[in-house]
């Protein structure tokens, strides 16, 4: 008789490495269990609450019975209205609440669902390396494959977009870009989103936008462009947006999917086949967060470019450099000279276990992610202390080390 004792004997999970976050949540847990006292800035996990009026409106939702039935897929109206409000507020963009928003649980799920829709089997998608997993295994779950667009530091993004779609042996079926960026914190400018448009226009593509950290942008006083503001592409574009960083409400999973009706069409019938939609009353709350809380993102904006500054600036008194990021609510950080050869599975286990720090290993987020570590700014500025004395710490002591003589060979474990 069978037994089925591997999860990897099934070949579309075969086809999905280990999780960045499994591997750093075991770390950190094993480090925890042992007594250790770990400032945890390894996942994007805001530290402060959601807004108040976002909450009460919460508790009225809750006692209305009809809020706890099953929903449409597709969002209740008064949140679909909500983020058309907040697109044509943010960034001058008018949307059809009924054929061009769509609710989704998390940005997350919106992308992994839109590519369920509109990859078929063996479709290849170009999508940015490193990057954050959904973006480049949303298309293996759908069947198909990722065109790896490598990205970060010092690279021309549309020149990388150009070399990898010439070399490919596939042809695309559609581009996800993500901007601002995770990992690596780039933003994209309204100059760059027109040369995308133009570039999937002239290969009949669709594009995958996540907004997600659309808000979180620290030159100037409002949020990243976004895609929809480009002509032309409305009639090939799906953009997410999401309330977890914005609003401080990453475990209420609401995200938002705009842009083209027969896209979103799309993606809503998948949708209608795996979830009957949020709950009623988080949905109601997140109405309240589009429509009101512009002032909370603005504080949050606030929060982490306060946090980047005096994280970076007392990293560098203990002799670990880190370019400063331009939005996000991440810093992505090359691993420091004396332990680079250490690959940065290596080297987040040892800041955990000898610094009490935990950060996310660049591995995590595609091969290309090597040699660099995700940190999250996501604690005070009196705990960013604690981690930056500790990381010195471990640099004083790898300055005193023998270095090997090769690098050895990274693997996810």
Avoid at 15 to 26: E, G, H, W
Avoid at 193 to 220: H, P, Q, T
Avoid at 224 to 239: D, F, K, N, V
Wanted: net charge neutral; with cysteine; proline share 8%.
């Amino acid at each position: 008789m069978k037994i089925f004792d591997n999860p990897e004997a099934f070949a579309r999970v075969k086809r999905l490495p280990t999780y960045v976050f499994t591997i750093t949540d075991r770390l950190r847990d094993d480090a925890l269990a042992r007594g250790v006292d770990v400032v945890d800035l390894s996942m994007g996990n805001p530290d402060g609450g959601p807004p108040a009026r976002v909450v009460e409106a919460l508790g009225r939702a809750v006692r209305d019975p009809r809020n706890s039935r099953y929903m449409n897929p597709r969002g209740i109206p008064e949140l679909r209205q909500a983020a058309a409000r907040y697109f044509k507020r943010r960034f001058g963009v008018s949307l059809d609440p009924e054929r061009e928003v769509c609710a989704t649980i998390g940005s997350k799920e919106g992308i992994g669902h839109a590519l369920v829709a509109l990859l078929g089997e063996g479709d290849a998608l170009l999508a940015p390396a490193p990057t954050y997993p959904i973006h480049a295994f949303g298309a293996v779950l759908a069947g198909g494959e990722t065109i790896p667009v490598q990205v970060g530091p010092g690279v021309d993004f549309m020149q990388s977009l150009v070399a990898a779609t010439e070399t490919s042996e596939k042809r695309p079926r559609g581009i996800l870009v993500n901007f601002p960026a995770n990992p690596t914190a780039a933003v994209a400018t309204p100059e760059l989103y027109k040369e995308i448009v133009r570039f999937a226009e002239a290969r009949d593509l669709f594009i995958i936008s996540d907004l997600a950290y659309g808000e979180i942008v620290f030159d100037g006083d409002g949020p990243s462009p976004s895609m929809l503001q480009i002509p032309g592409a409305r009639e090939r574009t799906l953009e997410f947006i999401s309330c977890s960083k914005t609003y401080g409400m990453a475990g209420w999973r609401v995200g938002i999917g705009a842009g083209n009706a027969a896209l979103i069409a799309a993606m809503a019938r998948v949708k209608s086949y795996l979830d009957y939609g949020l709950f009623g009353a988080v949905q109601h709350a997140a109405a309240v967060a589009f429509d009101e809380c512009d002032d909370v993102a603005a504080a949050n904006r606030a929060k982490y470019k306060g946090r980047r500054d005096a994280l970076l600036k007392m990293l560098a008194e203990v002799g670990w450099n880190i370019p400063a990021p331009a939005a996000s609510m991440f810093a992505w950080a090359p691993i420091p000279e004396p332990l680079r050869h250490l690959g940065s599975i290596e080297f987040c286990r040892r800041l955990i276990d000898e610094a009490g720090v935990a950060v996310a290993p660049g591995i995590g987020f595609g091969p290309l992610g090597e040699g660099f570590v995700r940190i999250a700014l996501v604690e005070d500025v009196p705990r960013l202390a604690v981690a930056a004395q500790g990381i010195g710490r471990l640099l004083e002591k790898a300055a005193k080390e023998p270095r090997p003589t090769h690098t050895p060979v990274p693997r996810c474990a």
